[in-house]
């Protein structure tokens, strides 16, 4: 499955986590070691958020461990909210318009996991995309849709509740069509005031999820700790240092937002969309 941080505080540049650290994403791109696949070369993306109302987007359907532009970009590109994600592919082609994040205005979203059989519900699952956003759609992964059926549950304006019902949507026309736990998910959303993460899948064995906060959490494990801000606040696919540090897994059927102020765990429970 594919991997993915992302990181909210103080400003910071963005290869301080996604290419120095022991166990960066560019490593894990190679060899992830909380995954049911090693690699993750088929392609990645950046979104990072400065000084403008939208977030810069940098994809590209290279490995991401073999991309010098990255490097360079990373090197210099500083922020105070980036999300980044590097794509294993599951039925969906290579090709940039399906790599993660995926943009609308103000809003970066990605996701790790699958909707199960998503071929069987495809045309129900778009068709309950809202006009405003359907024209949007680039390419042709699970993952983008999310992202725009969250969009029209109400993303911009409560993005819990959106999620909730997104899932929902999702788990009530696979109970039509006879499909077993058909979401496999951790996502993430920002607008760059907020991060939002997710976890839940269908059957309650959702991927990995984990949370580290703080520059004393970074201290044993990060080379230049004290380039970490002590407001500092990282969710990742699975931990960039050693498992045994200062890493907590976040709960099954859970959504943190984490803002430069605080981290708030939120129950994640989906709402079945109203029958007419």
């Avoid at 909380?34 to 810069?56: C, E, I, L």
């Avoid at 987007?57 to 090197?75: C, E, F, M």
């Avoid at 200062?246 to 029958?275: C, G, M, N, Y």
Wanted: charged share 20%.
């Amino acid at each position: 499955m594919c991997r993915w941080l992302a990181y909210s505080g103080p400003s910071m540049f963005l290869d301080e986590l996604i290419l120095k650290p022991e166990h960066s994403l560019i490593d894990q791109s190679l060899a992830a070691r909380a995954s049911t696949t090693a690699t993750n070369g088929d392609g990645f993306g950046v979104a990072w958020y400065g000084k403008r109302d939208t977030p810069g987007l940098y994809r590209s359907i290279r490995p991401a461990w073999n991309d010098l532009n990255l490097r360079d970009l990373a090197s210099h590109i500083e922020s105070p909210l980036f999300l980044a994600h590097v794509r294993q592919a599951t039925e969906a082609p290579v090709q940039q318009s399906n790599c993660h994040p995926f943009r609308f205005g103000a809003y970066s979203f990605l996701h790790n996991g699958k909707v199960e059989d998503f071929r069987r519900l495809r045309r129900s699952l778009s068709l309950a995309i809202a006009e405003e956003f359907y024209p949007c759609l680039q390419g042709s992964t699970d993952s983008e849709i999310l992202f725009y059926l969250a969009l029209s549950f109400g993303l911009r304006e409560n993005p819990l509740l959106a999620m909730e019902k997104m899932v929902g949507l999702v788990e009530a026309e696979a109970r039509e069509a006879d499909i077993a736990d058909p979401l496999y998910m951790t996502a993430a959303a920002s607008n760059g005031k907020a991060l939002w993460a997710f976890r839940y899948t269908s059957n309650g064995r959702s991927p990995s999820l984990y949370l580290c906060r703080g520059r004393a959490a970074f201290q044993d494990f990060h080379p230049r700790c004290d380039q970490i801000p002590e407001e500092a606040r990282l969710v990742v696919s699975e931990p960039l240092f050693e498992l045994s540090g200062p890493w907590e897994q976040v709960p099954e059927a859970t959504a943190l937002r984490l803002t430069k102020d605080q981290v708030e765990l939120h129950p994640f429970r989906p709402i079945a969309p109203k029958v007419s």
